[in-house]
């Protein structure tokens, strides 16, 4: 009776595979996944949509804590051509009348920390601002205002992919915006902050 199975040819004994095998399988398959899924992820489409949406949801709901903690005027600048946006201070010129100034609160007061600028995912677009039931501003920058209760210019804005698929993110006076698509009136997804 053999006490060791090598070269043995039992057919009947214990078939599998070692532990070694199939850590090796699952390593290969993770690098294969690692390399395939973020080319397939621009097919499946929509991540990039969702990434803008919490970029964009994080930013006002930055503004309005600062405007709360500060007991300042904040506003969340859209810069439709660069595609990027961030949080501001309203400059003191705009404090006490109903126009909006695109330029920044720095060049006013230079003592004020310079805002950090956020660009939307590759391939995204800002198509279209509409603050406060205005009108649909297509082109430069758009200031949507927060106030120091930490109540925000209702707004919606229209972002566009390279598919020219496009969705909308609409921003409440509080609480957290909604993303639908442009033409219907769908909620997609809540987007959080």
Known sequence: MPTSRAGSSNRYGPVGFTLAEILVVLLIVSALAVLVLPGITPLLGGEDFR???????????????????????????????????????????????????VQDAREQDPSLPPPVKRSLPDGLRLVEVTVFDGDPVTSGRVSVRVLPLGLSEPCSVVLADKGETERRLDVPATGAPSWREAAGDATVVRAGP
């Open 51 to 101: 990434t803008a949406a919490g970029r964009l949801a994080e930013a006002f709901s930055r503004a309005r804590l600062d405007a709360v903690v500060d007991g300042t005027r904040r506003r969340v600048v859209l810069d439709l051509d660069e595609g990027r946006f961030w949080v501001d201070h309203v400059p003191r010129a705009d404090s006490g009348t109903g126009a909006v100034s």
